[in-house]
């Protein structure tokens, strides 16, 4: 999987937008990009996919410049539960590959 | 929705003891992979499994470690002889296989078996 490079750790207020940018500069021609987040004592879950241009899901917005060498998850308006540890991932998960986690963006939000 | 499932929550045992850690993966799902997570750290790949047999595995999963799939639900990941740097979160995750029409399906994790060796 193409290595990725994220902030250690961001901080943001209640009812902000928060962006937390991935960059992946050797993306291969088939992989997508995807995004998971993980709260305390739980594993880490699913959030969003995309291969390009913009995804907008219930949860978040992916945004994808024609390059694709980087990506930004778009967290709207973000509240108190939104506090925890965001992966950006890069690769195709079509077989049981080893799919391997960075060591994710650390998001703290304050009232 | 569907959810991976893993017992138990919590799992204590001397060093040097055998456990096996279980889990029930989506039911329709092909793809079975074990993570660990040593408090503080980043997930870690232990190993993939497809197909009744491992697919891909970490220099982590040594001989000490191993994977089964018993029957048509569990998937079990056993470690012969716990030492004390096993202690860890280990999460089981599942994802759909070939055929399904999403190419590039995430994978659904469980919410982990916190086990400490003592």
């Known amino acids: 999987l193409a290595k990725t490079t994220q902030p250690i750790s961001m901080d943001s207020y209640e009812g902000q937008e928060v962006n937390i940018t991935c960059s992946h500069n050797?993306?291969?021609?088939?992989?997508?990009i995807t995004w998971y987040q993980q709260f305390p004592s739980q594993g880490p879950r699913f959030i969003i996919q995309g291969y390009k241009t913009k995804v907008t899901n219930e949860v978040a917005s992916l945004f994808i410049p024609a390059d694709r060498k980087s990506s930004t998850l778009s967290l709207p308006r973000v509240s108190l539960s939104d506090t925890a540890v965001y992966y950006c991932?890069?690769?195709?998960?079509?077989?049981?590959?080893?799919?391997?986690f960075g060591s994710g963006t650390r998001l703290s939000i304050r009232p | 929705e569907p959810e991976v499932t893993q017992t138990p929550s919590h799992q204590v045992t001397q060093m040097g003891q055998e456990v096996i850690l279980r889990c029930v993966p989506i039911s329709n799902h092909l793809y079975f992979y074990w993570y660990r997570q040593i408090l503080g750290q980043k997930v870690e790949f232990l190993v993939s499994f497809y197909n009744n047999e491992i697919s891909e595995k970490s220099e982590i999963f040594d001989d000490q470690f191993s994977v089964e799939r018993p029957d048509g639900s569990n998937f079990t990941l056993k470690i012969r002889s716990t030492k004390l740097e096993d202690s860890a979160m280990y999460f089981c995750?599942?994802?759909?296989?070939?055929?399904?029409?999403?190419?590039?399906?995430?994978?659904?994790f469980g919410n982990g078996t916190r086990l400490t060796v003592t």
């Open positions: 995750a599942s994802s759909p296989g070939p055929g399904t029409s999403s190419y590039n399906s995430p994978l659904h």
């Open positions: 050797n993306i291969a021609t088939n992989d997508y």
């Open positions: 991932l890069v690769g195709v998960h079509s077989s049981a590959s080893k799919i391997i």
